[in-house]
């Protein structure tokens, strides 16, 4: 019974260790209507002058992909780097 309750637990922390951590990127947009990809959309911007446009992206290629999109939909007026 041991023997399994240990061969279940190392094959948990196994499969924990193997999946890939997951980033979390986000686009802001500021009150002046520049944008640009958040690290980390928990961690938010100072001050209360700016919306999430989106959330929860998996690269920050995506949020750059999303901010072109913006800029392209004149959502946002420039992008911030």
């Known amino acids: ?13 196994g499969l924990a260790a193997a999946v890939p951590a997951r980033a979390d990127f986000a686009v802001v947009r500021f009150k002046d209507h520049s944008c640009r990809a958040w690290a980390d959309h928990k961690a938010a911007p100072m001050g209360k002058h700016w ?11 995506a949020a750059q992909g999303k901010g072109a999109w913006a800029m392209k939909h004149h ?3 420039a992008w911030v780097k």
């Open 75 to 77: 959502w946002c007026r």
């Open 51 to 61: 919306k999430y446009l989106w959330v929860s992206l998996p690269t920050w290629e």
């Open 1 to 13: 019974m041991t023997r399994l309750a240990i061969a279940i637990g190392v094959l948990t922390i």
